[in-house]
């Protein structure tokens, strides 16, 4: 079956539309104190693998970012399997943190997500911050490689933010790697440094992508970013982030998420022939809910796979109010519940 309804030329966004939302965290934070995912969870990627869901997830326990691994046989029941990339704190790079946000996949949006191996291999990528906090320093991403999806081999970052130009010089963010006839596209979004108070102050988010063959030698396209950030009172204003990039037979397909001048982070799409000129979509795929929703605050970073026809749009609902803010993952489809 399909996932998606007829595509009307006037209408894009028919077909990866998901306007019914589940309502509940399928993925909460970890009650025990101390665990890897104790105060946060985030960053969602949903796969299929020996006839289960799985999904990678990034925890927070107020120290850095750690990635875990979670299980599922219907895409809303969902148990924890454990954390599959811990800190190490002999490592320069990963002291305090590594988030995986991707493993090489199938790339058709209808297919089942399964995983690709290369070079008989899983291969994932991640992204890592320098100092222990939030979010804190200029964040690297590099490779990782596994046989069992549980023990991992990280390399060393592939791509830096100081090599980069000023959209990217702040650090680098949620990788999405893609591999596509005979190359290797690494999208992500980075950030700038801390603008002047005339330029709005704070920092701004956008999308890029770099190209390889060899999975050595990186090469930033030329005229990155390209998702850019949209003009004044527009839904990406602020970032246009954490790319979740997939194909529709030959239409590049790119899910991502805006922030407003206002402080919405929502989940938008964006079109391409190919991996370099995405077009945004004037809609809004996933919308912040009402107050007391569990995604009251933001409905952002997507990861989305189709199953039985139907779309599953997984995204990181956020309600409340930092630092009491409650982070976790929901899930929205194309078919009601």
């Known amino acids: 079956a399909s996932c ?4 009307a030329a006037s209408n894009p966004a028919a077909r990866y539309r998901t306007p019914y939302k589940y309502g509940k965290l399928v993925l909460p934070p970890s009650p025990e104190p101390g665990a890897f995912d104790s105060r946060t969870v985030d960053c969602p990627f949903v796969f299929h693998h020996h006839g289960l869901f799985y999904m990678t997830y990034v925890g927070w326990d107020g120290t850095g970012y750690q990635t875990g691994l979670a299980s599922s046989g219907n895409l809303v029941d969902w148990r924890k399997e454990g954390a599959i990339l811990r800190r190490d704190p002999s490592s320069p790079v990963t002291r305090y943190n590594i988030a995986m946000n991707w493993i090489v996949r199938q790339n ?8 690709k ?34 023990r991992w081999e990280v390399e060393t970052p592939c791509l830096r933010p100081e090599e980069g130009t000023a959209w990217e010089n702040g650090g680098l963010y949620k990788p999405c790697l893609v591999q596509h006839r005979g190359a290797y596209y690494l999208f992500y979004n980075a950030k700038t440094k801390t603008l002047p108070r005339g330029q709005g102050g704070g920092w701004r988010e956008q999308t890029g992508v770099a190209t390889s063959t060899d999975l050595k030698s990186w090469r930033r396209y030329e005229r990155n970013p390209i998702i850019p950030n949209g003009p004044a009172g ?24 805006g922030l407003d001048q206002k402080g919405k982070a929502r989940d938008l799409l964006a079109l391409a022939d190919d991996p370099f000129h995405p077009l945004k979509v004037n809609e809004i795929l996933i ?19 189709c199953h039985q026809g139907a779309l599953y749009h997984f995204y990181c609902a956020v309600s409340g109010k930092w630092p009491n803010e409650v982070r976790g993952i929901s899930v929205a489809r194309s078919r009601p519940w």
């Open 287 to 305: 919308d912040v809910g009402p107050p007391g929703s569990v995604d009251s605050t933001y409905a952002h970073k997507p990861s989305v796979l």
């Open 234 to 257: 527009s839904r990406d204003e602020r970032f246009a982030s954490d790319p979740c990039v997939l194909l529709d037979k030959q239409r590049w397909v790119f899910f991502y998420y």
């Open 117 to 150: 191996k290369v070079r008989g291999r899983f291969l994932g990528v991640y992204h890592a911050y320098p100092n222990p906090g939030l979010e804190e320093g200029p964040a690297v991403i590099g490779l990782c490689w596994s046989d069992d999806l549980r």
């Open 4 to 7: 998606s309804a007829s595509l």
């Open 108 to 115: 058709e949006l209808r297919s089942a997500g399964e995983l």
